[in-house]
């Protein structure tokens, strides 16, 4: 009996000691997890990462890299951006309610039709290749021949062009203000009635939100294992063979306007189209023949087939001949390979 009451103590105590570190080891347990939980979640390759990573990288970043990481767009009206996403989709905007600017620029596959040439109301067919217009708010132009100076002045073109949505800007605000909720929209807005400037305005808004950061930007922002040895032997021959004289700037391309075929005749032997006479379409000059606003690479290889003609049916198909008709080399199938792979660095990781 004494023996048990001296050991009695003894054991409560052992009990409580054993209930301690118990709860520690939880502790420990649950901190460990509520960290791993927001690494694991900040890392998750999304916008949100790339977003805190721009911030802690800055310091890292490669200012003397001639194509420069996306910034993320602020300060947009994010009433317009939802209301210009409606409208980009409507099929009602154009004139028997079948075709919307994401038939042609599917978002969910590259913001383009993967089509030689499109095909508007009626089935009728464009004359030149459909562009994405993922990032084309980074473009100092809009269109192959740069006719359009803004993303709003662009989106009257397709509305009204009869082969694409053939419609009338009487039509789609008829439309749009007959719909209650559109309506009420426009006048949460604007406190007004539905316009074609605000429309264009709105659809404009909705573009600049399509940006697509990618893999190569976190590399531009100084994080060395965001790109493998490959890709970066990619990236040093598109400077070095001189691709980067063209495409360069935020949109690897996009902010000036060259000749289709520098070193070598790219239409001879062919039938030659009005669309291929590119910005002489707009200007009229004779040196402005087979002239185009150099495309963006951004999400190049979703984009096939490429060129403004769709001759390219392939990325290294495409690159093969930048080679040789732009640059006047012919560059054997290694170094189109890898410069394909670091084109396909420039994948969003949005899409
Ligand atoms: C029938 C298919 C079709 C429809 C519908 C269409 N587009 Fe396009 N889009 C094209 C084609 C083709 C081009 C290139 C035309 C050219 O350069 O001459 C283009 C060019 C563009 C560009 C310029 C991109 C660049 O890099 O130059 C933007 C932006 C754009 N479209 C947005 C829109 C919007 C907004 C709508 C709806 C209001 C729309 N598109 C409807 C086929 C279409
Ligand atoms: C002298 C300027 C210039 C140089 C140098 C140049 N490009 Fe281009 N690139 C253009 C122009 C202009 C176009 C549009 C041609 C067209 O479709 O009419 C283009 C189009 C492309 C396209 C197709 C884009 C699309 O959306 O269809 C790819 C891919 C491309 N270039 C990659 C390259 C690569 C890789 C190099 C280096 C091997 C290179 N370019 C060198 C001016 C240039």
Known sequence: MPLRHIHRPDRAAAWKKAL???????TV?????????????????DLKEFVDNSAQLTSLARPDEPILPIAIPT???????????????????????????ATCHDLARGGVDHLPRSFGVDGAEGDINTPTVYNSSFNFRQFWDGRAASLEEQAEGPILNPVEMASSWE?????????????????AIYGGAVTPVR?????????????????????????????????????????RHGCIACHQGVNVGGNIFQKFG????????????????GRFNVTGREEDKYVF?????????????????????????????????QLGLDLPSEEVQLIV?????LTGEQL
Not at 262 to 277: E, H
Request: proline residues 2%; charged residues 25%; hydrophobic residues 45%.
């Open 199 to 239: 429309v264009m305005e709105v659809i404009a808004e909705f573009e600049r939100s399509l940006v697509t950061p990618s893999r190569f930007d976190r590399w531009l922002k100084g994080d060395e294992r965001a790109l493998s040895d490959k890709e970066l032997e990619g990236y040093r021959l598109f400077k």
């Open 293 to 325: 606003k150099v495309p963006g690479l951004r999400n190049i290889a979703l984009t096939a087939p490429y060129f403004h003609d769709a001759s390219a049916q392939n990325l290294h198909e495409a690159v093969a001949i930048m080679g040789r008709y």
């Open 29 to 45: 347990f649950a901190a460990c997890f509520i960290v791993y939980f927001f690494y694991s979640w900040g890392t998750d390759g």
């Open 171 to 187: 039509h789609v605000v008829s439309v749009l203000e007959e719909d209650p909720q559109i309506r009420a929209r426009f006048r």
């Open 75 to 101: 300060g947009l009206d994010t009433q317009k951006v939802a209301l210009g996403q409606i409208l980009f989709r409507d099929t009602r905007l154009s004139r028997n309610n079948t075709v919307s600017c």
């Open 341 to 345: 792979l670091f084109l396909t660095t």
């Open 20 to 26: 301690l570190y118990g709860l520690a080891a939880l």
């Open 262 to 277: 520098v070193m070598l005749d790219y239409f001879a032997g062919k039938t030659v189209t009005r669309a291929d006479l």
